[in-house]
Nanobody, 119 residues
Framework: QVQLVESGGGLVQPGGSLGLSCSAS????????MTWVRQAPGKGLEWGST????????YYADSVKGRFTISRENDKNTLYLQLTSLKTEDTAMYYC????????????RGQGTQVTVSS
């Protein structure tokens, strides 16, 4: 079955950077569309970024465009998200998910990794 394990979250000051990773197994990662979503306290899931299988076609929400970079290593079954110029409003649980920005509620997602942006 689909297994996704995120890592790399933590506490960072505003303006700082973090790198998240997502290790995938149980499906053909190299041919799968993969997405990062997040959930801030008291809010619903928010789409952040999507990577198509080749890794050369990526999409970003306006809220993260220019600050976050999605990438993947298909030979390692790993998805990444580089977060820079972090803002307090980026505080959330970050999940990687199998599917696109249009996948409803992203049911195939990992357990998440917490990112907290605070001074």
């Amino acid at each position: 079955q689909v297994q996704l394990v995120e890592s790399g979250g933590g506490l960072v000051q505003p303006g700082g950077s973090l790198g998240l990773s997502c290790s995938a197994s149980g499906f053909t990662f190299s041919s799968s569309v993969m997405t990062w979503v997040r959930q801030a306290p008291g809010k619903g899931l928010e789409w952040g970024s999507t990577s198509y299988s080749s890794g050369s076609l990526n999409y970003y929400a306006d809220s993260v465009k220019g600050r976050f970079t999605i990438s993947r290593e298909n030979d390692k079954n790993t998805l990444y998200l580089q977060l820079t110029s972090l803002k307090t409003e980026d505080t959330a649980m970050y999940y990687c998910a199998k599917g696109s920005r249009y996948t409803r509620t992203w049911p195939q997602r990992g357990q998440g990794t917490q990112v907290t942006v605070s001074s």
